[in-house]
């Protein structure tokens, strides 16, 4: 390759080096490459006797790399590694870009290392750089070489065909039309081109690929589907498929471009020829056409009408719009034809053309610089004359428009101000008549500024010589004589409406001044009778008495009230005389109230009616109370009394049932005359019961004389009775327990004195964490799991305590144990002999049944199973009876 050629591939490869940023493959761009490349290298490698299968894959060793670049270039490359390991792979794959670059290609960010590593985007990179070096850089067509060369080539020969525009190698060749075309160029017998539908890009490309496959031994690189599925496909793939349709026509080619270079020469005079007579011509033509229409846009002869000015403003738009677009086209065709005739003429080394005189392209320019100077001042002139002519048709239509608003609003008003509507009216008529004259004087001053613009607008018309002044002034002055007359009868309404307000705001002010007065008077009549009428339900003396007070106080004011009732009667006359003295015609009653003098009157006289009635009624309570208060000291007395005693029985019981005087005997004896004392007693309660019924009949609810209620005294008296019941029941069951376990006296002392010992809260139980220390303090010195044993055995019922029956039973089981495990150790000592263990058939075998049973259900626990499997050594063995706190 010489300088040129490496250069020129430099130049193309440029843009690949961005390989590396640009190539972050579209899904549908890189599946559209795997398949084209993967294809492109099997057409050469089968020449080989060998395929690809996997792009990224078959390549990672170097071996089939190698091989492809020897098929496509022809030359040997140096010996292949024949290892399977890493070093070999990376150094086949080193000897292939090597050869590479060899070639003139510069290769960027393409290591070894990544294909080796199965690295898909630089894979694809390194086989795109192989087929741009070798498939399409020699490619060269009319002085342009590679992509440049192979684009120019495919629309050559895509030239002649219908519906086929080859721009680029990706959204040009979706409709499959293009393929075609390349073949049936060349091979007009093997496609019929005349079916094929734009609008069937599958069929087309299908049968251009199937084609090409079968008869042109083009493999098939691409799916049809992947090319219409995506919106632009993958230029790299199109160009590798398109460029072996180029080489398997090249032999083709270079026969028929001999061929056209002669018919270009030819061509190539006659167009120039063709192209000086069409220049000529056309600015012969253009010429004649602006030397006739700058006199037309030089001439400024004013009309007087704006229908007239307007015509020639169509005119000038006409020409704007019509007939100036052509000769721009014109003018344009001429400097491209003259740049194109010239630009061809030196690329033939033929002479420059030179046009006639006067017909220069600056001779064209100058004139038509001259055409748009005419333009524009005829353009600015017709501007000027409509802006004046429609001044003058707004300012009249504009007088026209304000007159006619003011006259329609002045219709009316005339009458409206001359009305005696207030003469009738109320005083809120009165105010509101006036915010409304308020609003149209408002209303009136800010009209004022149209009167004076419509003055004015038929001043500046006047100065304007206006065709129809004198209308305008007829008009404009009967205007203003109206608003003259406005004025005056808005004055005169005003006077008299204010007249008429300061009367009524005196009535007013009277008829307000009443109702202020008799709300709250008749509010307070009507509280008065709801407080004089209402019931009252009291439960002491001091309420009712409460009740007497607060109406003494109410009838100490009832002097005052009458006399506020008589002023505002006063009032209410005082409005009576003043509409008889001016003949104020009232057009209805007082507005701030609907309370007449003969609704105070009448509630007035029901007031001093019902305020006997209210004095009989609280002295009737006054007695019932007293009767209620002598209840409430009788029970309370008694209720003093019984309660107190009940708690100190309780907790006389409490102390017998923890005391160790005496045996259990005598504390049963001891017990059972409480009881019989308790039962004695039981009249007073009934008594008290009865005091209890009384005060229910009489509908008391509360007592001050006592914190005791009698639902307080019966449950005080059940705990009394349960308590001492099941205190002598305990005892008896102690008294059994003792019997039946054989524990003397001294012992059960002992368990009481340890058990009040640790019932710290004295409550007669011991919760877990005090029956824990108990045990502890006994001598046991057990683990979680043991004491979870014991509390399961003493509180079965899971209640967190330990009442002392249990702690007794419990205690009493625990020492029979004690024997019964010494026994049986004594036993496995001489069953064991010198080997240390023994066996659950050894223990039924050799030991009582009682005590074989016995050791089999404690070793339980250390076994998993109820019948313990294998053997237990001593150390398990005494674990089991014993517990870990024996070890």
């Given at each position: 390759?010489?300088?040129?050629?490496?250069?020129?591939?430099?130049?193309?490869?440029?843009?690949?080096?961005?390989?590396?940023?640009?190539?972050?493959?579209?899904?549908?761009?890189?599946?559209?490459?795997?398949?084209?490349?993967?294809?492109?290298?099997?057409?050469?490698?089968?020449?080989?006797?060998?395929?690809?299968?996997?792009?990224?894959?078959?390549?990672?060793?170097?071996?089939?790399?190698?091989?492809?670049?020897?098929?496509?270039?022809?030359?040997?490359?140096?010996?292949?590694?024949?290892?399977?390991?890493?070093?070999?792979?990376?150094?086949?794959?080193?000897?292939?870009?090597?050869?590479?670059?060899?070639?003139?290609?510069?290769?960027?960010?393409?290591?070894?290392?990544?294909?080796?590593?199965?690295?898909?985007?630089?894979?694809?990179?390194?086989?795109?750089?192989?087929?741009?070096?070798?498939?399409?850089?020699?490619?060269?067509?009319?002085?342009?070489?590679?992509?440049?060369?192979?684009?120019?080539?495919?629309?050559?020969?895509?030239?002649?065909?219908?519906?086929?525009?080859?721009?680029?190698?990706?959204?040009?060749?979706?409709?499959?039309?293009?393929?075609?075309?390349?073949?049936?160029?060349?091979?007009?017998?093997?496609?019929?081109?005349?079916?094929?539908?734009?609008?069937?890009?599958?069929?087309?490309?299908?049968?251009?690929?199937?084609?090409?496959?079968?008869?042109?031994?083009?493999?098939?690189?691409?799916?049809?589907?992947?090319?219409?599925?995506?919106?632009?496909?993958?230029?790299?793939?199109?160009?590798?498929?398109?460029?072996?349709?180029?080489?398997?026509?090249?032999?083709?080619?270079?026969?028929?471009?001999?061929?056209?270079?002669?018919?270009?020469?030819?061509?190539?005079?006659?167009?120039?020829?063709?192209?000086?007579?069409?220049?000529?011509?056309?600015?012969?033509?253009?010429?004649?056409?602006?030397?006739?229409?700058?006199?037309?846009?030089?001439?400024?002869?004013?009309?007087?009408?704006?229908?007239?000015?307007?015509?020639?403003?169509?005119?000038?738009?006409?020409?704007?719009?019509?007939?100036?677009?052509?000769?721009?086209?014109?003018?344009?065709?001429?400097?491209?034809?003259?740049?194109?005739?010239?630009?061809?003429?030196?690329?033939?080394?033929?002479?420059?053309?030179?046009?006639?005189?006067?017909?220069?392209?600056?001779?064209?320019?100058?004139?038509?610089?001259?055409?748009?100077?005419?333009?524009?001042?005829?353009?600015?002139?017709?501007?000027?004359?409509?802006?004046?002519?429609?001044?003058?048709?707004?300012?009249?239509?504009?007088?026209?428009?304000?007159?006619?608003?003011?006259?329609?609003?002045?219709?009316?008003?005339?009458?409206?101000?001359?009305?005696?509507?207030?003469?009738?009216?109320?005083?809120?008529?009165?105010?509101?008549?006036?915010?409304?004259?308020?609003?149209?004087?408002?209303?009136?001053?800010?009209?004022?500024?149209?009167?004076?613009?419509?003055?004015?607008?038929?001043?500046?018309?006047?100065?304007?010589?206006?065709?129809?002044?004198?209308?305008?002034?007829?008009?404009?002055?009967?205007?203003?004589?109206?608003?003259?007359?406005?004025?005056?009868?808005?004055?005169?309404?005003?006077?008299?409406?204010?007249?008429?307000?300061?009367?009524?705001?005196?009535?007013?002010?009277?008829?307000?001044?009443?109702?202020?007065?008799?709300?709250?008077?008749?509010?307070?009549?009507?509280?008065?009778?709801?407080?004089?009428?209402?019931?009252?339900?009291?439960?002491?003396?001091?309420?009712?008495?409460?009740?007497?007070?607060?109406?003494?106080?109410?009838?100490?004011?009832?002097?005052?009230?009458?006399?506020?009732?008589?002023?505002?009667?006063?009032?209410?006359n005082e409005v009576s005389k003043i509409v008889q003295t001016y003949h104020v015609n009232m057009a209805g009653t007082n507005p701030y109230t609907t309370i007449t003098p003969q609704e105070i009157n009448g509630k007035w006289d029901h007031v001093r009616q019902l305020v006997p009635r209210r004095d009989q009624a609280l002295m009737e309570e006054h007695t019932r109370q007293q009767q209620n208060e002598r209840l409430r000291k009788q029970f309370g007395a008694q209720a003093n009394v019984i309660g107190p005693w009940i708690q100190t029985k309780m907790e006389e019981i409490g102390r017998i049932s923890i005391e160790m005087h005496g045996t259990l005997e005598d504390q049963l004896n001891h017990l059972r005359q409480y009881e019989k004392s308790i039962i004695n007693y039981k009249p007073k309660i009934d008594q008290l019961e009865g005091d209890h019924q009384q005060i229910q009949e009489a509908l008391i609810f509360d007592n001050k004389?006592?914190?005791?209620?009698?639902?307080?005294?019966?449950?005080?008296?059940?705990?009394?009775?349960?308590?001492?019941?099941?205190?002598?029941?305990?005892?008896?069951?102690?008294?059994?327990?003792?019997?039946?376990?054989?524990?003397?006296?001294?012992?059960?002392?002992?368990?009481?004195?340890?058990?009040?010992?640790?019932?710290?809260?004295?409550?007669?139980?011991?919760?877990?964490?005090?029956?824990?220390?108990?045990?502890?303090?006994?001598?046991?010195?057990?683990?979680?799991?043991?004491?979870?044993?014991?509390?399961?055995?003493?509180?079965?019922?899971?209640?967190?305590?330990?009442?002392?029956?249990?702690?007794?039973?419990?205690?009493?089981?625990?020492?029979?144990?004690?024997?019964?495990?010494?026994?049986?150790?004594?036993?496995?000592?001489?069953?064991?002999?010198?080997?240390?263990?023994?066996?659950?058939?050894?223990l039924r075998r050799e030991l009582p049944p009682d005590q074989a049973e016995y050791c089999i259900a404690r070793m339980a626990p250390y076994s998993g199973s109820d019948a313990v499997p294998g053997a237990l050594d001593y150390m398990s063995f005494s674990t089991a009876l014993y517990g870990e706190s024996d070890l």
């Amino acid at each position: 390759m010489d300088h040129y050629d490496s250069q020129q591939t430099n130049d193309y490869m440029q843009p690949e080096e961005d390989w590396d940023r640009d190539m972050l493959l579209d899904p549908a761009w890189e599946k559209q490459q795997r398949k084209t490349f993967t294809a492109w290298c099997n057409s050469h490698l089968r020449k080989a006797g060998t395929q690809i299968d996997n792009i990224e894959e078959d390549f990672r060793d170097g071996l089939k790399l190698m091989l492809l670049l020897e098929v496509i270039s022809g030359e040997r490359l140096a010996k292949p590694e024949r290892g399977k390991m890493r070093v070999h792979k990376i150094s086949n794959v080193n000897k292939a870009l090597d050869f590479i670059a060899s070639k003139g290609v510069k290769l960027v960010s393409i290591g070894a290392e990544e294909i080796v590593d199965g690295n898909a985007k630089m894979t694809l990179g390194m086989i795109w750089t192989i087929i741009l070096r070798f498939a399409i850089q020699d490619i060269s067509v009319e002085e342009t070489s590679a992509k440049e060369g192979l684009l120019l080539w495919c629309q050559r020969k895509t030239a002649p065909y219908k519906n086929v525009n080859i721009q680029n190698f990706h959204i040009s060749w979706k409709d499959g039309l293009g393929f075609c075309a390349l073949i049936h160029r060349h091979r007009p017998e093997l496609i019929d081109y005349g079916k094929l539908r734009k609008d069937d890009p599958l069929t087309n490309l299908n049968t251009a690929f199937d084609v090409a496959e079968k008869y042109l031994d083009i493999p098939k690189m691409l799916d049809a589907e992947d090319i219409v599925g995506t919106a632009r496909p993958d230029e790299k793939a199109i160009m590798t498929y398109v460029s072996s349709f180029y080489h398997a026509f090249s032999g083709a080619q270079k026969a028929e471009t001999a061929a056209n270079r002669i018919c270009k020469v030819l061509a190539v005079n006659q167009e120039n020829e063709q192209l000086m007579e069409d220049y000529e011509k056309l600015a012969s033509d253009l010429l004649e056409w602006i030397r006739r229409t700058i006199p037309w846009l030089e001439n400024r002869a004013p009309e007087n009408t704006m229908q007239a000015m307007q015509q020639k403003l169509e005119d000038f738009r006409d020409y704007r719009r019509l007939h100036k677009p052509p000769k721009v086209q014109e003018k344009c065709q001429l400097e491209i034809n003259f740049n194109t005739l010239q630009t061809k003429l030196r690329l033939s080394n033929r002479p420059a053309f030179m046009p006639s005189e006067g017909k220069m392209v600056s001779d064209i320019n100058n004139a038509w610089g001259g055409l748009e100077q005419a333009e524009k001042g005829y353009e600015e002139w017709l501007l000027n004359e409509i802006r004046r002519l429609e001044r003058l048709d707004h300012l009249a239509e504009k007088f026209r428009q304000k007159a006619s608003i003011h006259e329609s609003w002045t219709d009316g008003k005339e009458a409206m101000l001359q009305q005696k509507d207030y003469e009738t009216a109320t005083l809120s008529e009165i105010k509101a008549l006036l915010k409304k004259h308020e609003a149209f004087e408002s209303d009136l001053a800010a009209h004022q500024d149209r009167v004076e613009q419509i003055a004015a607008i038929a001043q500046e018309l006047n100065e304007l010589d206006y065709y129809d002044s004198p209308s305008v002034n007829a008009r404009c002055q009967k205007i203003c004589d109206q608003w003259d007359n406005l004025g005056a009868l808005t004055q005169k309404r005003r006077e008299a409406l204010e007249r008429t307000e300061k009367l009524l705001e005196t009535i007013d002010q009277l008829y307000l001044e009443y109702a202020k007065r008799a709300a709250p008077f008749n509010n307070w009549m009507e509280g008065a009778m709801e407080d004089l009428q209402d019931t009252f339900i009291v439960h002491t003396i001091e309420e009712i008495q409460g009740l007497t007070t607060a109406h003494e106080q109410f009838k100490a004011t009832l002097p005052d009230a009458d006399k506020e009732r008589q002023a505002i009667l006063g009032i209410h006359n005082e409005v009576s005389k003043i509409v008889q003295t001016y003949h104020v015609n009232m057009a209805g009653t007082n507005p701030y109230t609907t309370i007449t003098p003969q609704e105070i009157n009448g509630k007035w006289d029901h007031v001093r009616q019902l305020v006997p009635r209210r004095d009989q009624a609280l002295m009737e309570e006054h007695t019932r109370q007293q009767q209620n208060e002598r209840l409430r000291k009788q029970f309370g007395a008694q209720a003093n009394v019984i309660g107190p005693w009940i708690q100190t029985k309780m907790e006389e019981i409490g102390r017998i049932s923890i005391e160790m005087h005496g045996t259990l005997e005598d504390q049963l004896n001891h017990l059972r005359q409480y009881e019989k004392s308790i039962i004695n007693y039981k009249p007073k309660i009934d008594q008290l019961e009865g005091d209890h019924q009384q005060i229910q009949e009489a509908l008391i609810f509360d007592n001050k004389h006592t914190n005791y209620t009698m639902e307080h005294i019966r449950v005080g008296w059940e705990q009394l009775l349960t308590t001492i019941a099941r205190t002598i029941n305990e005892v008896e069951n102690q008294i059994l327990t003792r019997d039946a376990k054989g524990i003397s006296q001294e012992q059960m002392n002992e368990f009481r004195a340890s058990f009040n010992h640790f019932d710290r809260k004295k409550t007669g139980m011991m919760d877990s964490e005090d029956f824990r220390a108990c045990l502890i303090s006994m001598g046991y010195n057990m683990g979680e799991a043991e004491f979870a044993r014991i509390m399961s055995i003493v509180d079965p019922n899971r209640l967190g305590v330990v009442t002392f029956q249990a702690f007794i039973d419990f205690m009493s089981r625990e020492t029979a144990d004690t024997d019964t495990a010494d026994q049986v150790m004594a036993s496995f000592k001489i069953l064991a002999g010198d080997k240390n263990y023994i066996t659950v058939d050894e223990l039924r075998r050799e030991l009582p049944p009682d005590q074989a049973e016995y050791c089999i259900a404690r070793m339980a626990p250390y076994s998993g199973s109820d019948a313990v499997p294998g053997a237990l050594d001593y150390m398990s063995f005494s674990t089991a009876l014993y517990g870990e706190s024996d070890l």
